[in-house]
């Protein structure tokens, strides 16, 4: 099958660009000796994750324990909840998961850990925890004057095994200015954590950040001894805006069909049901993905099922039936929303990924 058999609209992915991807990252890692946990859910696929494995992952990250049920399928010996476990049938999943592989959960709070302890005890496994601390981004994490108290708090509890720190450094976006005195920031903080938790005899085993858009610098943060991107499998529109990577290093489009040509527009057959809702988190590109095969068309609106082209700036002509490509602003969401990922090389789909993870949100 090629290419332009495939139906639309269809999540492409090219996989000479994936593999680069996945191979460059597992020699950085190996080269800083960071240790390596990618976050799965960019692709929402055990068979992508067996790959990040074989390259040498020392586990894979998860948000929710239903993905984390569906990733076991990759084979992982380890597996990071990077989201307090909170509620009764998450806490019992998380605890069925650690009984088939090793499961650290990424918390801030006492109670969540509490109840996991309890859980596990009752069910005689043990859980490891990661403290998470908020680095700047004011999502999940304590304070870093509230990590000690939260360490000691932690590691005392019955059946959990306290590893170390997570922070997730979504603030930085870009390395512009803003960006370094961020990353500056970081990289203080970091190593004072580290330092105060090692003067009260608990030193971290592990220190787990890193996005994709700080990927490179990781190895710039004293202290920090693991990584986890995401995006970085396949890129997408807002890495690239925001500098992080280059075009070549996108793997990840959207093909879609023109289903209606008007003088001066277009729709293609996928909306928002296809690319998700989000929008350019880069100040300089508006609207839902670059169309690649149009350039000067504007993807400036959508419905569920309809995306909207202002074409009226565009060097082609576009007519009905005719194909094109879209650079998604976000992969991850998207992946999120289809049934398998069609992994191609040149022009011809070589394999298909179904995406297992998908709706996996619980
Ligand atoms: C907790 C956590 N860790 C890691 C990542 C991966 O970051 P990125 O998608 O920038 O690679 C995310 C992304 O949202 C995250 O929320």
Redesign the pocket.
């Known amino acids: 099958v090629t290419i332009h058999e495939l139906d639309t609209p269809a999540l492409v992915i090219d996989l000479d660009i994936m593999e680069r991807n996945l191979a460059r990252v597992a020699s950085y890692a190996k080269e800083h000796s960071l240790r390596l946990r990618p ?1 799965t ?2 692709h929402k696929s055990p068979e992508i994750g067996r790959r990040q494995l074989d390259l040498g992952a020392a586990g894979l ?1 998860v ?1 929710k324990t239903t993905e984390g049920e569906v990733m076991l399928n990759s084979g992982t010996p380890d597996l990071l909840i ?2 307090p476990v909170v509620g009764p049938k998450k806490v019992a999943r998380a605890v069925e998961l650690a009984h088939r592989t090793y499961v650290t959960v990424a918390l801030d709070s006492f109670e969540c850990a509490r109840t996991l302890s309890e859980a596990a005890q009752a069910a005689g496994v043990g859980i490891g925890v990661l403290v998470e601390f908020d680095a700047g981004l004011r999502r999940a994490g304590v304070p870093p004057e509230d990590v000690l108290p939260l360490v000691k708090s932690v590691s005392s509890l019955p059946n959990i095994l306290w590893e170390g720190l997570a922070f ?1 450094p ?1 603030h930085i976006k870009a390395l512009d200015d803003t960006g370094r005195v961020q990353l500056s920031a970081l990289q203080s903080l970091v190593p004072r954590l580290v330092e105060s938790l090692e003067k009260e005899g608990l030193p971290p085993r592990i220190v787990s950040g890193g ?3 700080l990927l490179w610098q990781s190895h710039l943060v004293p202290g920090l001894n693991e990584i ?5 499998v396949f890129n997408d529109r807002n890495t690239l805006r925001m500098g992080a990577c280059a075009m070549e290093d996108c793997a990840a489009t959207i093909h879609a069909t023109v289903v209606t040509a008007q003088n001066g527009r277009a729709m293609i057959d996928g909306g928002s049901k296809t690319f998700s809702s989000d929008g350019s988190t880069a100040p300089d590109a508006e609207g839902y993905g670059e169309v690649l095969d149009a350039p000067g068309a504007r993807f400036h609106r959508m419905n569920e099922e309809h995306g909207y082209l202002d074409t009226a700036q565009c060097d082609r002509t576009l007519k009905v039936g005719d194909r094109v490509r879209v650079l998604m602003n976000h992969v ?1 969401t998207s992946v999120n929303l289809q049934e398998r990922i069609y992994g191609v090389r040149g022009e011809t789909v070589e394999e298909i990924f179904e995406v297992e993870g998908r709706g996996k949100l619980q």
């Not at 986890?228 to 970085?232: A, E, I, L, Q, S």
């Open positions: 976050h859910k960019t990250t948000a990077a989201y997730y979504g996005s994709t858009p986890r991107p995401g995006t970085y991850c």
